[in-house]
């Protein structure tokens, strides 16, 4: 039996300075209060500064808001240079469900953009100020994907949301086991994580594409308020990277049969995302496109 997981076990973070990207809405949201709470200095990296600026004083406590847009290679590339120091964690949390297929300024297919390469590129080019950790938000998601890395955007092969967001999240999960692969072997100081938020009553569909039809809304949302965690709960798998003294390389989940609602605890990933060749792969894949590596 697990036992119930309580953000009072974050402790005291004051003097801690935490970046989560996509910091305005559902989890991410959830996720920056949180910490705020307990005493760190959020920097919420977000598109939208003026919605930023009013979730910074809606959470109240220690935040700044820096502007970032993880579907445009030069918003990451100037993220670096728009606030000063290091920082103890960096939590990639920031995600997209698109529902047409579109590709970035960069020519990347959009979900595959925003939720990997995005982040791939932002951790890579702020290494070096990291003292602590880097914590990805994967999602089972990735238990029925495959990556064609004979056609990573999608070019060739039929493109459907669902399927497209899976892959773009078991790439996550394939460069976070590559990624703690590489922290481990120069014996680095920093810790990289995998979470699963579950199935959360966010806006996450609602805030990825516009053009969706209402009715796609009510069905989920009607589903989520029986099914899904509420932010907050989403937000745990996340935060309990950063309280709990768990593996470097870990992947947290949800605690029920499912994965959709439930407590934090430790999880499983499928064959293909513990397969260490395939991840080198897919690295040197996002290397290549990003123009970025991790300085170890």
């Given at each position: 039996m697990t036992t119930h997981w309580s953000p009072t076990r974050l402790g005291n973070l004051t003097g801690q300075r935490i970046i989560v990207t996509g910091a305005t809405n559902g989890v991410g949201l959830a996720t920056a209060g949180a910490l705020a709470r307990a005493g760190a200095h959020v920097i919420l990296a977000v598109r939208n500064l003026e919605l930023g600026a009013q979730r910074a004083a809606e959470i109240g406590g220690d935040t700044s808001v820096v502007k970032l847009d993880l579907a445009d290679q030069s918003s990451v590339r100037a993220f670096p240079d728009l606030f000063d120091g290091d920082v103890d964690v960096l939590i990639n949390n920031a995600g997209v469900v698109a529902q047409h297929r579109t590709e970035t300024v960069d020519g990347?297919?959009?979900?595959?953009?925003?939720?990997?390469?995005?982040?791939?590129?932002?951790?890579?080019?702020?290494?070096?100020?990291?003292?602590?950790?880097?914590?990805?938000?994967?999602?089972?998601?990735?238990?029925?994907?495959?990556?064609?890395?004979?056609?990573?955007?999608?070019?060739?092969?039929?493109?459907?949301?669902?399927?497209?967001?899976?892959?773009?999240?078991?790439?996550?999960?394939?460069?976070?086991?590559?990624?703690?692969?590489?922290?481990?072997?120069?014996?680095?100081?920093?810790?990289?994580?995998?979470?699963?938020?579950?199935?959360?009553?966010?806006?996450?569909?609602?805030?990825?594409?516009?053009?969706?039809?209402?009715?796609?809304?009510?069905?989920?949302?009607?589903?989520?308020?029986?099914?899904?965690?509420?932010?907050?709960?989403?937000?745990?798998?996340?935060?309990?990277?950063?309280?709990?003294?768990?593996?470097?390389?870990?992947?947290?989940?949800?605690?029920?049969?499912?994965?959709?609602?439930?407590?934090?605890t430790l999880s499983g990933r499928s064959a293909e995302a513990s397969d260490y060749g395939i991840a080198a792969r897919l690295m040197a894949f996002a290397e290549k496109e990003t123009g970025t590596t991790i300085p170890v």
């Open positions: 990347f297919e959009s979900t595959l953009g925003t939720n990997f390469l995005g982040p791939f590129a932002l951790t890579n080019l702020l290494f070096d100020r990291v003292r602590s950790k880097i914590v990805n938000v994967g999602s089972d998601a990735h238990k029925a994907a495959t990556f064609p890395l004979d056609d990573p955007h999608l070019r060739s092969r039929a493109w459907r949301s669902f399927p497209a967001y899976g892959r773009s999240k078991l790439a996550v999960m394939l460069w976070g086991l590559e990624l703690d692969r590489r922290l481990r072997a120069a014996n680095s100081p920093v810790t990289t994580y995998l979470t699963h938020p579950g199935w959360v009553a966010s806006n996450l569909s609602n805030v990825s594409d516009t053009r969706v039809m209402s009715a796609f809304h009510t069905v989920v949302k009607a589903a989520a308020g029986v099914l899904a965690n509420d932010t907050d709960a989403g937000a745990a798998p996340t935060l309990y990277c950063l309280s709990e003294p768990i593996p470097p390389g870990s992947y947290v989940g949800i605690d029920s049969r499912l994965g959709l609602k439930g407590a934090p």
